[in-house]
């Protein structure tokens, strides 16, 4: 047991290496920072620069945030050499050598425990081992999931009920039983190795990780949660008197990014010049510009891009379309025989096609934003809220159709795109004339208007709950309050 200074916290944070993980867990690290704790993020040697390079720039007012770097074993689980991070998995056979490789990482955590005697440990949900390091240590372990209260009630009340297994087709809508809303899903949009679809091994080894995962996570002290109460009250009581977790909300956790430099730098190195992408936005009228991405690992057919360069073009809006690289391997720019020149030529001044990596705050907080195309991973539809944008929403695979329902048909601030078909890969079946309708229906018309109006009253209550005094606020002091009286 380390002697525990109530005046200096010191919290240490263990993302998994993934951008979806990592961007949300250095904006917990400034958060705590300004509530006088001293964090540590440990991560592999090249995952450091998405921590280092924002925080050259970052003005810290809070004690400092410290990077510890622990070696990644790629070739002893038979990855290539440089693959250290989800997003360069690009089959389900990387994927699960990757997680197994960072299984491997319990030893190195445990001598930077060891150095830094940290007196909590917050690591994420598909790191379980970090349980057991914390147990050896006699700290708290913090499971930190990056997903909504609503997707994890539904993953609950599926496993528990399994209400899929009484569907006769993968079409066909089911409840999800003894819920706060009418919820309908369809088999075809859970993940494969929910459904036994995908091959055996894979699937056998995904039940092992999440079985760890569920194990170690209710042996932990708590989770933290990337949402808000206010967002969904619903669920956040359901998970704690429910499913009997203790769970604190500190976001949305992007808000603490108050500086244009703080939110250009989130992530990777963008692919579009910070002055010249602000320039495009404020030659454009507010609430004018429709915003597409993807996120950081969903990868996009060259059909699908086709089909959705017709729908923007048609939709008569002006956009900003993000691009990952073909193979999404490392963001870098390729030759995009996809896109037709005739099309850059008419878009000219129109939309702006970012390939590559985008500042994606930035953009979203920009007034002439209105509207966003996301697949519905869940800090992309946080950052939406925090920003006040109505949604078209495409979800592609893992919680993603989950928190799709949570924004089309609890907040009812966005519409759907139309896919029912969890994929690993975003395939050519929406059509262009689809891709159209979704976006004239939150940008242009009556509707559009009041779906504009919910979502400018989300992004005040996503404040609010950020500010001194505000739910998050509150709920991350009482939170340190008792970390400060753990070992006392
Ligand atoms: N992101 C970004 N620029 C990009 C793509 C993604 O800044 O070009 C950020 C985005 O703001 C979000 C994160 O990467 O914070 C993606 O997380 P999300 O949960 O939305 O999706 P994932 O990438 O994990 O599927």
Known sequence: ?????????????????????????????????????????????????????????????????????????????????????????????????????????????????????????????????????????????????????IAQCVMHALGKYEPYKQVSSDEEEFDVPHFPHEIKLKKS????????????HINDEWMKIFGRAMEAEERSYGIIMNSFYELEPDYADYYRKKMGRKAWHIGPVSLCNHEKEAKFQRGKDSSIDEHECLKWLDSKKPKSVVYVSFGSLAKVSTLQLQQIAMGLEASEQDFIWVVMSKNNVDGENEKNEWLSHEFEKRMEGKGLVIRGW???????????????????????????????????????????????????????????????????????????????????????????????????KLKELATTAVEVGGSSYNILQSLLHELRSYNA
């Open 1 to 149: 047991m380390f002697p525990n200074e109530p005046q200096r916290l010191h919290v240490l944070f263990f993302p998994l290496m993934a951008a979806g993980h990592m961007i949300p867990t250095l904006d917990m690290a400034k958060i705590f920072a300004t509530h006088h704790v001293k964090t540590t993020i440990v991560t592999t040697p090249l995952n450091a620069p998405t921590f280092t390079k924002p925080l050259r720039s970052y003005k810290n007012v809070g004690p400092p945030i410290d990077i510890e770097i622990i070696p990644f074993y790629s070739k002893e689980v038979g990855l290539p050499e440089g693959v250290e991070n989800y997003e360069r998995c690009t089959s389900d056979e990387m994927t699960t050598r990757f997680l197994k490789g960072t299984e491997m990482l319990q030893e190195s955590l445990e001598k930077v425990i060891e150095k830094c005697k940290p007196n909590c440990l917050v690591a994420d949900k598909l790191l379980p081992f970090a349980t057991d390091v914390a147990a050896k240590f006699n700290i708290p372990r913090l499971v930190f999931h990056g997903t909504s209260y």
């Open 189 to 200: 949009q859970l993940p494969t190795f929910l459904r036994g679809l995908g091959e055996k």
């Open 358 to 456: 985008a500042p994606q705050v930035l953009i979203l907080d920009h007034e002439a934003i209105g509207a966003f195309v996301t697949h519905c991973g869940w800090n992309s539809i946080l950052e939406g809220i925090s920003c006040g944008v109505p949604m078209v929403t495409w979800p592609v695979f893992a919680e993603q159709f989950m928190n799709e329902k949570l924004v089309t048909e609890i907040l009812k601030t966005g519409v759907g795109v139309g896919v029912n078909q969890w994929n690993i890969m975003v395939e050519g079946n929406v059509k262009w004339e689809d891709i159209k309708e979704a976006i004239r229906k939150v940008m242009v018309g009556e509707e559009a208007l009041e779906m504009r109006n919910r979502a400018m």
